[in-house]
Nanobody, 120 residues
């Protein structure tokens, strides 16, 4: 299994970024795709989830209305690509963002993370 994130970078407050995550070579059906983040000197926190069966989504309260998780319209066997559109970014959103492929009882897989820095 391979999980790869991309799209991080430096952005000014109020700006936008779109992160991408591709999970490939998945051995089983994926239950959900998650985004987490870990800021400096902070614990890793959950940000958003998309269930792959019906595309239902959930968000951390502080990102609701600003962040949107979506998935690629291209359906490929044993592969999922999801995106995280982040608008109106604030300094407190600065973190390493991690993608997680959740295979339910079969375990989960993490990417290496992508750095998002919001600063003027």
């Amino acid at each position: 299994v391979q999980v790869v994130e991309s799209g991080g970078g430096l952005v000014q407050p109020g700006g936008s970024l779109q992160l991408s995550c591709t999970a490939s070579r998945l051995p089983f059906v994926t239950y959900a795709m998650h985004w987490y983040r870990q800021g400096p000197n902070k614990r890793r926190e959950w940000v958003t989830t998309m269930k792959t069966s019906d595309n239902t989504t959930r968000y951390l309260e502080t990102v609701k209305g600003r962040f949107t998780i979506s998935r690629s319209s291209v359906r490929e066997s044993r592969k999922h690509t999801v995106y995280l559109q982040m608008n109106n970014l604030q300094p407190e959103d600065s973190a390493v963002y991690y993608c997680n492929a959740d295979l339910s009882q079969y375990g989960d897989y993490w990417g290496q993370g992508t750095q998002v820095t919001v600063s003027s």
